[in-house]
């Protein structure tokens, strides 16, 4: 077993602090990744706080997981030593459902293991994150990390960019659609960038008026202010699209109305409680709402690569890990631009 030192949490109502675990040795089909880096997803505060039910205790948090590959098994023909790899939001999968054997392993039939608070194949064998110095992966679920300057700031693209580049890709955004983002934090700034990107004419959705410069900065060609009765009757029938990455409670007929004909809704944000929804608002201009959750491996790997063609990274703020409270409660205020990553040489 490889000792492996940490940062994680022995219960709903702790901080987070150092904390020593075991890795299973390197198998011939693993790699061994020094952690260089790991970025700070609101989903690692709700499972430490057990908001998602309980925990796993003791919880090593983090899936946004890039650094070096230091070692690789006998069998291993993705990576070399010296390469740099990296770890999304899970770590394995039934390998043959029909989901898997379509490469959407998130949606595995038997549950994907995840990369923290979870179990491997075996259903015994605990899954600690990457708030650690190490970590030991299956090439197949490993992803590769095109050269970089940046790497602190590709993190945050295996949760929060996966999350938002897979389901435009899905609705198939592109040149001459009118898009709707709602929501600048983490998950919106990404949404913005890649919407852009793809061609879409992109409209900023939110309720704070200071968020308009860094909208249009990331790459939105407007900003509406949602809480503005005025703004929002402008905006009905608008849209082909809207992305939706709010977790925070929120009355989505408000913004359903915004919609064309068969214009479509994707969602990506949890909020607390489930939405009430107007079925006549769908039924009557034939919209659609449609969730999504992430990518599998080899979608995560072409939006990598594309984000490297394109130079679309995440906007950062770097921090020791000595910090990491002191960020959680940040987090939860929206008081970060807009993804917390941590430097993992201060562990």
Avoid at 12 to 21: E, V
Avoid at 151 to 180: F, Q
Wanted: hydrophobic share 40%.
């Amino acid at each position: 077993m490889i000792q492996v030192k940490g940062y994680g949490a022995v219960s709903k109502d702790s901080r987070l602090a150092p904390l020593g675990f075991e890795r299973r040795d390197v198998g011939e089909a693993d790699i061994l990744i020094d952690i260089l880096y790991c970025g700070v997803c609101h989903s690692d505060i709700h499972t430490v706080r057990s908001e998602w039910g309980e925990a796993l205790y003791p919880v090593v948090p983090g899936h946004e997981i890039v650094g070096k590959v230091v070692q690789v098994g006998s069998k291993v023909s993705k990576f070399k030593v010296g390469d740099l790899a990296g770890v999304g939001v899970f770590v394995d999968s039934c390998r043959h459902c029909d989901s898997c054997k379509k490469g959407q392993e998130q949606y595995c039939e038997e549950g994907m293991s995840p990369t923290y608070n979870g179990y491997y194949r075996d259903k015994v064998t605990k899954t600690f994150g990457g708030y650690s110095s190490t970590y030991v992966v299956d090439e197949d679920y490993a992803l590769i990390i095109p050269p970089t300057n940046q790497l602190a700031a590709i993190a945050p693209l295996l949760c929060a960019g996966i999350t938002t580049y897979s389901p435009l890709r899905y609705a198939g955004v592109g040149k001459g659609h009118k898009v709707a983002v709602l929501g600048l934090g983490g998950l919106g700034h990404m949404a913005v960038k890649f919407a852009a990107s793809f061609g879409a004419e992109v409209t900023m959705l939110s309720t704070s008026p200071s968020k308009e410069a860094d909208a249009k900065k990331l790459g939105a060609h407007h900003f509406a202010l949602s809480t503005d009765p005025e703004q929002m009757k402008q905006l009905k029938g608008k849209f082909d699209f809207i992305l939706n990455t709010v977790a925070a409670k929120h009355d989505i007929n408000r913004f359903i109305d915004l919609l064309k004909v068969e214009g479509k809704m994707l969602i990506v944000g949890i909020p607390p409680e489930d939405h009430s929804l107007s079925s006549g608002k769908l039924i009557s201009k034939r919209r659609s709402i449609i969730g999504s959750m992430i990518g599998g491996i080899a979608e995560t790997q072409e939006m990598l690569n594309y984000c490297a063609e394109h130079n679309i990274v995440s906007e950062i703020e770097l921090i020791a890990i000595k910090d990491i409270n002191e960020a959680y409660e940040r987090v939860i205020r929206s008081d970060v631009k807009y993804r917390f990553v941590i430097d993992m040489k201060t562990l």
